[in-house]
């Protein structure tokens, strides 16, 4: 697999402890049990095997929360058994101190924690009472371990964005990654978005004492440190996740459908073609040729 195909971005499942407030209600029926999705145990294994035959670096599994998902250990441990260097996962936090350790020895390297509140009555309305000191409890576990810990903080106007500098803070004597995320016109309830949105890179040019640092290679975010931070300050901002020529990520689904790039655009279901690498191969090729490799 060339360079550009080399982040595997895997949902496992659509459970999760709570939907944000923030998001489009969706219908009861939309929601699919982990024991009925199409994906099982077995064919995630299959694309895992798969990709990893052709290069892959990078795995993140997400969800809903992928820590609900009954197979996350035996998935992260075969692909540590693959020779897939970074193993990483995105949760809401809730259940990973107790859970991150163990994580760690099958083969974890990563953990994306989303958070949009470091205020309890705030966290509270956002997840419908969920418990924000259990998320502390995960990062702290994480810090332990010396996992790589991002936190990811959707920023909305009137709503969070006070809180903007308050997270930034934590970059500053802690080993960790704040990543301020601009809102966008997908997945979010679209008065959210007509009243939310903020320009993530104009507040950040107007602050000072920020300096912009190398990006990583497979990131979305462009980086900023603090004077004297021990961890960055990342922004994801819509220009990053939109730009449709940068098809190094590859989605694959609960569902058994699978995307290559930020805008999700060309989507083809592989469930029942895991078994024959020549028409997964001409899949890829379809997707991807013509396309310039991106460098940063």
């Given amino acids: 697999m060339s360079e550009r195909l080399s982040y595997l971005r895997v949902m496992l499942t659509e459970e999760s402890e709570f939907i944000p407030m923030y998001s489009k209600a969706p219908f009861e029926s939309d929601l699919i049990d982990q024991d009925k999705q199409a994906m099982k145990l077995e064919d995630f294994e299959k694309l895992i095997k798969y990709f990893s035959d052709r290069g892959l670096k990078k795995i993140r599994f997400v969800g809903g929360n992928p820590l609900l998902y009954k197979g996350l250990e035996e998935l992260i441990e075969y692909s ?3 020779g897939i260097k970074e193993i990483g996962l995105t949760t809401n936090g809730i259940g990973l101190g107790t859970k991150v350790l163990k994580l760690q020895k099958l083969g974890l390297t990563n953990v994306n924690i989303s958070l949009d509140s470091l205020k309890e009555y705030k966290y509270q ?3 419908g009472g969920g418990n924000l000191k259990e998320v502390f409890l ?4 994480c810090m332990a371990a010396k996992i790589d810990t991002k936190i990811n903080f959707l920023v909305i106007k009137d709503f969070n964005d006070d809180e903007v500098f308050d997270f930034i803070k934590l970059s500053m004597d802690k080993q960790i990654d704040v990543r301020l995320i ?4 997908y997945g979010i309830d679209s008065k959210v978005y007509d009243r939310g949105h903020i320009d993530l890179k104009e507040l950040i040019k107007n602050t000072e004492g920020i300096y912009e640092i190398e990006n990583d290679k497979l990131s979305i975010s462009d980086y900023f440190k603090v004077e004297g931070a021990i961890g960055r300050i990342g ?3 819509s220009s990053n996740r939109e730009y449709k020529e ?5 989605n694959v689904s609960n569902r058994g459908y ?4 930020q805008l999700q655009e060309n989507e083809y279901f592989i469930k029942s073609i895991l078994d024959n690498d020549k ?3 001409a899949i890829i090729h379809e997707i991807t040729k013509d396309k310039p490799i991106i460098n940063y």
């Fill in 80 to 82: 540590r058994k693959l």
């Fill in 182 to 185: 601009e809102l966008l016109p």
């Fill in 258 to 261: 699978m995307n290559i790039g």
């Fill in 279 to 281: 028409k997964m191969d």
């Fill in 235 to 237: 922004i994801i901002t």
């Fill in 246 to 250: 940068d098809i190094r990520r590859i």
């Fill in 138 to 141: 995960g990062i702290d576990a």
């Fill in 125 to 127: 309305a956002l997840t």
